[in-house]
Every structure is written in C-alpha cells, then in structure tokens.
C-alpha cells in the first residue's frame, strides 16, 4: 500500500510539473546544422550575340552557360525571441535568428565544341551562401513540456555568385556579384523543455528567395571586344535552400 500510495505520489507531481510548463517570455539561444539548396544559372545573350551569331550558335552557347548548382554546408548561429502562452495551450511567438556558414558550388567545364562556331569554350559557375539573416513569426501548441509550432517570415541571404567564358580564339570574360537577396522561408519544429528556463529544439526550414542578376565584363586581351565587337552576357541566379537545424534556448523568467 505504501508503494502504491508513493507511486501516485510521484505520478501526481510528475503530471504537474508537466502542466504547469510556461513557455512565456523572452529568450535566446544558439544553434548548429546543415544546409542545402538548388541554384540555377541561367544565362541571357544580347549585342552581338544576337546581330552577328545564329540561333543555333546562340544556344549552344547558353546550354553550355547553364549550370544546375547544389550548394551545401554547416552553419551555425544566435536566435533572439519571445514567446506567449494563452490559457488554451495555444503559443504565438516571434523570432529574430542569425546564421553563418559557407554554403557553396561550383562547376568548370573545360574545352567545349559549340555547334557552328570554330572555337572551343571553357566556362565555369560558382555560388556561395556566407550570412543568413531570418525575422519570422511562430504559431504552435504545447503538450506538456513538449511545444510544437510551424514557423515563417523573411529570409535574407548573402550571396556571391560568379561565372566565366573563355575560347580557343581568345574570348576571355568573366562576372561576379555580392549582394544581399530577400526571400520568404517557412517549417516547422519542435522544442522540448530540459528545465523550466532551458529548452532543446529541432527545426526544419525551406527558403525561395529572389534572383541574383549579374552581368560578365570583358578581361584584359580579350579578342571580339569593343569597338569593333561588344558581345554579351547576363546571368540570373535562382535559390532555393532547405536547411535543419538543432538549437537551445535560455527563457528569462518563465511564466
């Protein structure tokens, strides 16, 4: 009987430590994972390209311009938040969250014929992702000591893309840009109470953000260059990244 009652005992204040879990107030935490995305490089032709050179000669060259890029890495970074508890269990929160990382592709494709020109090209892509900047909102539920939320805002990269064309004949260009790009991201997680004021959480993000625009410029000794030629080349630089991320909270002065 005293086993039993103590078992009760025990099971009773287990129960209610578990309801009585608040996960309002402000935080801050720190977090570590991996990411990976899908970039597409896709290129446009103008001046000479389109006055002096074919349709079959154009697109031989943007077939080979074209690069499907899958940048990866590890990133790590802060968030800074709050969170508020109605009596339903119901959770709103907000959030601010920093990464960095080095987050990166590239291809080189050495020597190639295009058809119906005499010459053979070289050409190379390359994109980075170094910072990540995410203000998003938070809805989610608690059940016991355990909170799960779907979650999504804004996403603002920094990014670097590149590329580069050269030929047998002398054709030598190359471009680049750095630049922070905007987009939306949106998942969902987990988070699980260790202490009243400290928590583990599981995360998982998609991200579409906006088009990285470049243009390539001539390099020193490049032939078909102005004034006699003035060919050229734009790239547009798609991004989609999906990244996870395991992290922990510190809450000031829990409810």
């Avoid at 090209?121 to 355990?146: F, H, Q």
């Avoid at 804004?154 to 987009?183: D, H, L, R």
Wanted: hydrophobic residues 35%.
């Amino acid at each position: 009987m005293k086993k039993l009652l103590y078992v009760a005992a025990l099971t009773t204040s287990t129960i209610c430590h578990a309801t009585s879990v608040s996960w309002t107030g402000l935080y801050i935490g720190m977090n570590g994972g991996y990411q990976w995305a899908h970039s597409d490089a896709k290129p446009a032709l103008g001046g000479d390209w389109i006055s002096l050179q074919s349709p079959l000669q154009r697109n031989g060259i943007i077939n080979l311009f074209s690069a499907n890029l899958k940048p990866t890495g590890g990133i790590y970074g802060i968030q800074v938040g709050a969170n508020y508890q109605f009596p339903n269990n119901l959770i709103a929160g907000f959030e601010i969250e920093y990464n960095h990382g080095d987050i990166r592709s590239s291809r080189d494709i050495p020597n190639q014929r295009v058809p119906s020109l005499g010459s053979s090209y070289t050409v190379s892509n390359s994109i980075k992702i170094s910072d990540i900047i995410k203000p998003k909102a938070k809805l989610g539920y608690a059940i016991g000591s355990t909170m799960l939320y779907a979650t999504g805002g804004m996403g603002i990269n920094k990014e670097e893309g590149s590329a580069a064309i050269s030929s047998s004949g002398g054709y030598k260009k190359a471009g680049s840009e750095s630049s922070w790009v905007n987009g939306v991201v949106y998942g969902a997680g987990a988070e699980i109470k260790l202490r009243p004021n400290l928590s583990l959480r599981l995360e998982y993000l998609r991200g579409n953000m906006e088009n990285l625009d470049y243009y390539t410029a001539y390099l020193p000794g490049s032939t078909f260059a102005p004034p006699d030629f003035n060919y050229s080349e734009s790239i547009n630089q798609t991004m989609a990244t999906n990244s996870i991320l395991l992290g922990v909270n510190y809450q000031f002065k829990p409810a």
